[in-house]
Nanobody
């Protein structure tokens, strides 16, 4: 019902910044909660942030609190993840996904983007 496409990944130095974009199509953004997940080599998928644009509520995992900011632009049907003060530990493939609510179980997110690579290295 809803399709998502991530963009904005790349190679940055520690302490640098990136802004990831998740373009949503097939439905209006306010019908969905959009989560960002990441998966590094040898590690399990981890929820990073989530936003419910209908009420503006947001959530962040402790390790990125204060460094990352999630936001939504209903006019552009796009969700952003602004990532500042990046660390090598942030290196991963980042995915956005859609659910009816921001929940901890990623299996509840039924639509996923293709992923975008973020590499933080000096």
């Amino acid at each position: 019902q809803v399709q998502l496409v991530e963009s904005g990944g790349g190679l940055v130095q520690p302490g640098g910044s990136l802004r990831l974009s998740c373009a949503v199509s097939g439905d209006t953004l306010d019908h969905w909660s959009i989560g960002w997940f990441r998966q590094a080599p040898g590690k399990k998928r981890e929820g990073v942030s989530c936003i419910t644009t209908s009420d503006g509520s947001t959530w962040y995992v402790d390790s990125v609190e204060g460094r990352f900011t999630i936001s939504g632009d209903n006019a552009k049907n796009t969700v952003y993840l602004q990532m500042n003060s990046l660390e090598p530990e942030d290196t991963a493939i980042y995915y956005c996904a859609a659910s009816r609510a921001c929940v901890s179980d990623y299996s509840e997110f039924g639509s996923w983007g293709q992923g975008t690579q973020v590499t933080v290295s000096s």
